[in-house]
């Protein structure tokens, strides 16, 4: 009897063990981020296991886990020729997420490779059919093409594309001395036309300046005397002025006219006898003496001196 009540509690211990282990067998977790789909002798079973504790069928069935998170996958650098003929280096980078845990697991054998090696052919397509100042200006259009392109088939994958971005266009350093000196080019031609610009609005005011000082040739004087100022305020140097013309022939007249007027004043002095009323012989036979210019009063360097006339005889 006793050796009967040993054996049941052996069987009984056996018992619970094996259940134990059975227990620890079937027993799965499931993050939050992940979906359980279980294979059942090789049969995919319709319920798709969420989050959380779940129990499995051991040996019969089999549970793979599926991340449901973005995956962030970078693209290596394609090298291409644009339709402009220029050989390009493009890098992108792919942002991709598994939607049908069942169809990434069944359609495609591994997905994340799919989509890596649809995203390397879609960028050498975009950049064939691209021109070079596409890739460089235009990306957010090229992104929404590569983005179609390579979201199409993975959508029989259960795969969603999120989003894709071109990160860098590498570019020959010939092509990049080349677009170096054509910027350097149009801002000098920029440049060049501000300056005629400019130059065209300061010739209209400067026009209308000598316009105003023909009316009063003092003003000329009186800019050339501030001109004389702002540089001697800047500089401290020695200034040379050009002297106007009409000063020197002004003095030149003055010179000769000052002894001619001492003479005249020393005969009258001396007690000479006046001339009296000559003969009509006698005027036809004397020369005819021009008449001595009255001393005028000496003119502004903006006057001119009047030009000397004739006497009638």
Partial sequence: ????????????????????????????VVKQYERGVVFRLGRLRSDIRGPGFTM????????????????????????????DNVTVRVDAVVYFKVVDPAEALIAVEDYRFAVSQMAQTSLRSIIGKSDLDDLLSNREKLNQGLELMIDSPAVGW??????VEIKDVSLPETMKRSMARQAEADRERRARVINADAELQASRKLA???AQMADTPSA?????????MAVAAEKNSTLVLPIPVELLRFLERG?????????????TEGGAPAA??????????????????????????????????????
């Fill in 56 to 83: 499995i069928t051991p040996v019969v069935d089999r549970l793979q886990k599926v991340n449901m998170q973005i995956v962030t996958m970078p693209v290596p650098a394609q090298e291409g020729i644009t339709r």
């Fill in 158 to 163: 259960g795969v969603h594309i999120d989003r």
């Fill in 220 to 228: 000329l004087q009186l800019r050339l005397l501030q001109t004389v």
């Fill in 276 to 313: 009296g009323p000559a003969t009509a012989p006698e005027r036809e036979a004397a020369p005819a003496q021009p008449a001595q210019p009255a001393r005028q009063a000496m003119p502004t360097l903006t006057e001119r001196e009047p030009e000397p006339h004739a006497v009638d005889r």
């Fill in 208 to 210: 209308d300046a000598a």
């Fill in 255 to 267: 010179a000769q006219e000052i002894p001619a007027a001492a003479r005249a004043e020393g005969g």
């Fill in 1 to 28: 009897m006793a050796v009967m009540v040993d054996a049941l509690v052996t069987l009984i211990v056996v018992l619970a063990c094996l259940g134990a282990l059975g227990a620890l067998a079937a027993a799965r």
